[in-house]
């Protein structure tokens, strides 16, 4: 069985600052992760996809997560937050069967 | 384009009501799943199916049922048995469900009220 753990549920950051959205996974064999964004009162959207072909996996809007197996680890990050990235995102552990995170909201402040 | 469609956006309802959620996508998917979203718990499955006329229990399968007659549809109903069924619920399609590396893509939801 997977699972997955989204350290902070809540992150400020000022406009301009870097972002990090901290996620640890847990599996026993290896898994395909992602990060999903979610504005309010809509569905999750795709922000990018780890599936072994590379380590540190590029998105849209600026993001990207570095996959580091030995701290089981798939942090996502942007060098410079932008006020449209306020948002909760979401990091998903997947082998046959997708399991989500508990959720990080990122405020971004003027 | 294509997508999922959800409907209606909000609902509500009086305790004691069966409801029912529509869910209808024209991408093609086989796989299609129904998540409930409640505030600082993520995403937890309700149900799923993989194919027409078959669909398995998620984790918080009880008081909900639903259907798989169409590809392209997957309606949730939420019974009177649902002890708690205020939230916000989520239909999400993919490829293949046993393919660990396709992402869902998900409808815009529906917030469910009962009162």
């Known amino acids: 069985a997977q699972s997955v753990t989204q350290l902070g549920s809540h992150v400020s950051v000022s406009e301009g600052a870097l972002v990090l959205l901290r996620c640890n996974y847990s599996?026993?064999?290896?898994?395909?992760l992602f990060w999903y964004v979610q504005y309010p009162n809509q569905g999750l959207q795709l922000l990018l996809k780890y599936t072994s072909a590379a380590t540190l996996v590029k998105g849209i809007n600026g993001f990207e997560a570095e996959f580091k197996k030995s701290e089981t680890s798939f942090h996502l990050t942007k060098p410079s937050a932008h006020m449209s990235d306020a948002a909760e995102y979401f990091c998903a552990v997947s082998t046959n069967d997708m399991r989500f995170g508990a959720g990080t909201r990122l405020t971004v402040k003027p | 384009d294509g997508g999922i469609t959800q409907s209606p956006k909000y609902l509500f309802r009086k305790e004691g009501q069966n409801v029912t959620l529509s869910c209808e996508q024209n991408?093609?998917?086989?796989?299609m799943y129904w998540y409930r979203q409640d505030p600082g718990q993520g995403l937890r499955l309700i149900y799923y199916?993989?194919?027409?006329?078959?669909?398995q229990k998620g984790d918080i399968a009880e008081g909900y049922s639903v259907s798989r007659e169409k590809k392209e549809s997957f309606p949730l109903t939420v019974t009177s048995a649902q002890k708690n069924p205020t939230a916000f619920y989520l239909c999400a399609s993919s490829i293949m469900r046993d393919s660990g590396n396709s992402p869902l893509h998900f409808g815009n939801g529906t917030r469910l009220t009962v009162t």
């Open positions: 199916s993989q194919i027409v006329n078959d669909f």
């Open positions: 991408l093609n998917h086989d796989a």
């Open positions: 599996s026993s064999v290896p898994p395909y």
